[in-house]
Nanobody
Framework: QVQLVESGGGLVQAGGSLRLSCAVS????????LAWFRRAPGKEREFVAA????????YYADSVKGRFTISKDNAKATVLLQMNSLKPEDTAVYYCAAGTGGYNRDEYDYWGQGTQVTVSS
């Protein structure tokens, strides 16, 4: 059974940091690329970052490049998103996803329930 469970969201001031975690079922963690997407109020769900199965390749949206870092903890079957220098426009529900990879949400078949990130100005 595929499971992705996000945690780590919350309220933070602009300029602060948060780390999101996504616990992934073992088989999913081993065989799929993993990604983070987000959906801000009134907007479409958008790509944030992705990491390959091997962990050797990472991809970022231009809006978060240099501020966010995606990584994998193989021992815990967890994908992490370290978010630094947060801005109010980063406010969104953040979703963990598993799939064949890439920037397009249609490439991801499995999704978590989401975790809210709110950045105050």
């Amino acid at each position: 059974q595929v499971q992705l469970v996000e945690s780590g969201g919350g309220l933070v001031q602009a300029g602060g940091s948060l780390r999101l975690s996504c616990a992934v079922s073992a088989r999913t963690f081993q065989y799929y690329d993993l990604a983070w997407f987000r959906r801000a109020p009134g907007k479409e769900r958008e790509f944030v970052a992705a990491i390959s199965r091997s962990g050797g390749s990472t991809y970022y949206a231009d809006s978060v490049k240099g501020r966010f870092t995606i990584s994998k903890d193989n021992a815990k079957a967890t994908v992490l998103l370290q978010m630094n220098s947060l801005k109010p426009e980063d406010t969104a529900v953040y979703y963990c996803a598993a799939g064949t990879g890439g920037y397009n949400r249609d490439e991801y078949d499995y999704w978590g329930q989401g975790t809210q990130v709110t950045v105050s100005s």
